[in-house]
């Protein structure tokens, strides 16, 4: 079993800034695609950000030059670099490893973004 854990969300103000980590816990993760999701309340779950197992990224438009994804696959881990946060990024981010051509969820972390 794949377990992936996320950190780092919580109650920030408009204009600020968090960093969600995703920690893997098992091998596989360098050769994994992995991405951040979120789903806003009555909404369904849309893409954040991917990166490749080369690094490579991609990001949805809605937050491009805000968010930046990486990985430190020493340490099984990805992150998202969330700045200019606006209310519109409320939502439950989840994380996605696609391992061997099989997805793998967390269980997601609140993200709040009002004044």
């Known amino acids: 079993q794949v377990q992936l854990v996320e950190s780092g969300g919580g109650l920030v103000q408009p204009g600020g800034s968090l960093k969600l980590s995703c920690a893997a816990s098992?091998?596989?993760?360098?050769?994994?695609?992995m991405g951040w999701y979120r789903q806003a309340p009555g909404k369904q779950r849309e893409l954040v950000a991917t990166?490749?197992?080369?690094?490579?990224?991609n990001c949805a438009n809605s937050v491009k030059g805000r968010f930046t994804i990486s990985r430190d696959n020493a340490k099984s881990t990805m992150y998202l670099q969330m700045n200019s946060l606006k209310p519109e990024d409320t939502a439950v981010y989840y994380c996605?490893?696609?391992?061997?051509?099989?997805?793998?969820w967390g269980q997601g972390t609140q993200v709040t973004v009002s004044s």
């Open positions: 098992r091998s596989g993760f360098s050769i994994s695609i």
């Open positions: 996605k490893q696609t391992l061997i051509l099989r997805d793998y």
């Open positions: 990166i490749s197992t080369d690094g490579s990224t």
